[in-house]
């Protein structure tokens, strides 16, 4: 059973779209990452939102943690080819330190 | 800082054959996981370590074996080696900073098990 779900599974868009990944749980976490992993490498880590309702922007990319801190969303705003790239949801729990949870990873396209 | 680093890079194994994965960190972190990553199934989480000589079991711990004699170092053991088991592995470490918890991953191992 997978604690995160991650959706959509594959997103396929053109430059200058706009898109959204999300990401939920029926589990409390306190604080929940978004990575990003290219090809052959391993996931590298995009933001950390620790604050239910609070919302980080990393230049295009504008992240939510929900106010019940069990759900997260990405969204991106006029998609650009290097954007392509798995994008991984993890939270982390208090109890068990040490060890994420992630879900299984939206696969994004963007196509010139 | 070289972060993460692990070795080999890629191997191919015979089933029933043994081999370790070498994992190591230099960032003096306390936490350290392996994950198995499968197309479609997200990163698995193997065994993790919130400590030298303290290890737990993940999701998919059968059919390996993890010790921590060091925070640096935290290898990963195929005790027989299974068809089943070619993946991808990446290593990671981590901290807990005050503001949720980063984990740094390595460039992996890819494993073909024939």
């Known amino acids: 059973t997978q604690l995160l779900e991650q959706s959509p599974q594959f997103l396929s868009i053109q430059e200058g779209e706009n898109l959204t990944v999300y990401c939920n749980s029926s589990?409390?976490?306190?604080?929940l990452q978004w990575y990003r992993q290219e090809p052959g490498e391993g996931p590298v880590l995009l933001v950390t939102?620790?604050?239910?309702?609070e919302v980080k922007k990393l230049k295009r990319l504008t992240f939510q943690f929900g106010d019940a801190r069990k759900d997260s969303s990405l969204h991106i705003t006029a998609a650009q080819p290097g954007d392509t790239g798995l994008y991984l949801c993890a939270g982390a729990k208090g109890s068990t330190l040490g060890r994420l949870y992630f879900g299984r990873g939206t696969q994004l396209t963007v196509w010139p | 800082n070289a972060g993460v680093t692990q070795t080999p890079k890629f191997q191919v194994l015979k089933t029933g054959q043994s081999m370790t994965l070498q994992c190591a960190q230099d960032m003096n972190h306390e936490y350290m996981s392996w994950y198995r990553q499968d197309p479609g199934m997200g990163l698995r989480l193997i065994h993790y370590?919130?400590?030298?000589?303290?290890?737990d079991q993940g999701e998919v711990p059968n059919g390996y074996n993890v010790s921590r004699s060091t925070t640096e170092d935290f290898p990963l053991r195929l005790l027989s080696a299974a068809p089943s088991q070619t993946s991808v592995y990446f290593c990671?470490?981590?901290?807990?900073?005050?503001?949720?918890?980063?984990?740094?991953f390595g460039p992996g191992t890819r494993l073909l098990v024939l």
């Open positions: 589990s409390v976490f306190s604080s």
């Open positions: 370590s919130v400590g030298a000589g303290i290890t």
């Open positions: 939102v620790v604050t239910g309702g």
């Open positions: 990671a470490s981590s901290y807990e900073g005050g503001r949720g918890e980063t984990q740094y």
